[in-house]
């Protein structure tokens, strides 16, 4: 597992419409992490934090992830992992 590949996971479901749905429609965390497995990302939730990070992010607040997550932008995969 490792941070460079959760940094693709969160760039891939940013630019890719249709593995986004997929990971968006998982009901659950773990169901979630075992479909991006199966995409070539096996990540841990360290990895995504490291990741987080890495891309200069930070924990945000129920305000401004239901921001994110009406408009769409910026580290939005975040909120599925």
């Given at each position: 597992?490792?941070?460079e590949k959760a940094v693709?996971?969160?760039e891939r479901v940013e630019s890719d419409?249709?593995?986004?749905?997929?990971i968006e429609e998982t009901p659950t965390k773990e169901a979630r992490y075992e479909l991006a497995?199966?995409?070539?990302?096996a990540v841990s939730p360290e990895d995504?934090?490291?990741?987080?990070e890495?891309?200069?992010t930070r924990e945000l607040?129920?305000?401004?992830?239901?921001?994110?997550s009406a408009a769409g932008g910026g580290?939005?995969?975040l909120v599925l992992f």
């Open positions: 597992m490792s941070v693709g996971l969160l419409e249709t593995f986004r749905r997929q497995a199966e995409a070539g990302f995504i934090a490291g990741a987080a890495r891309l200069g607040s129920e305000e401004e992830l239901d921001g994110i580290h939005a995969a």
